[in-house]
């Protein structure tokens, strides 16, 4: 059993909210607020044995649960909402590529690389940055990638929530993955990505 193992939290009405760990998972299963659970069953945790039966409680946890109640952050699903920007869910938006010279790369030997540099009046948005090498990053420096000779390799784009959950994820399931799947959009560049290395393993 893999106490590492994320639970993916939704609401009641299935959209992603969270990764929470099995200890978050059993007390909403305990405090009655969990819905419904879908998915394998990640964790069977015992409790005590009752005096009178003998019988050892327990507490199965699935690999998605819907809680009850409003979640306090709803303007998180709306159209407008831009997640918040991190270099890990950025290095994992660009599959720790490099968008310049397109090579892998550890997220220790990665930088945050904005296209329009800041000092030209850029901003530090998901669609005006990129993962970029550091030997790339300095040779752009202070300069648009046309203003260096440079060509990038894909477009940037803000993630959905639904997307920004799946970039959030250590090791994502596969009941999980298709339950996230059906959250991104249509023409999602994530949903694709991840279609294509489904396809792979296959």
């Known amino acids: 059993m893999d106490l590492q193992q994320q639970v993916l ?12 760990g099995y200890q978050d998972a059993v007390r909403l299963i305990a405090l009655g607020q969990v819905s419904y659970s879908l998915g394998r069953t990640l964790y069977r945790i015992h ?22 109640g409003q979640h306090p952050h709803t303007h998180l699903f709306s159209d407008s909402y831009t997640p918040p920007l991190s270099n890990k869910a950025l ?4 599959q720790s ?18 296209v329009k540099p800041l000092s030209q009046g850029g901003a530090d948005l998901w669609s005006n940055v990129v993962a970029a090498c550091k030997r790339c990053n300095n040779h752009k ?13 894909a477009i940037p784009f803000t993630p959905t929530h639904a997307e920004y959950v799946y970039l959030q994820g250590r090791r994502i399931l ?16 994530l949903r694709r990505r991840v279609e294509q290395g489904q396809a792979l393993l296959a």
Do not use: K
């Open 174 to 189: 596969a009941d999980q993955m298709e339950f996230l799947l059906a959250h991104f959009p249509r023409n999602s560049r």
């Open 97 to 114: 590529l490099c968008l310049y010279c397109g090579e892998q790369f550890p997220n220790a030997l990665l930088s945050r690389d904005h």
């Open 47 to 68: 409790g005590g044995i009752n005096a009178l039966s003998g019988a050892q409680s327990f507490i199965d946890v699935n690999a998605i649960i819907a809680s009850h």
């Open 91 to 94: 290095f994992r938006r660009d």
């Open 9 to 20: 939290r939704t609401d009641v009405g299935g959209m992603p909210l969270e990764w929470i």
């Open 141 to 153: 420096a202070g300069r648009t990638p046309e203003q260096a000779g440079m060509q990038l390799l």
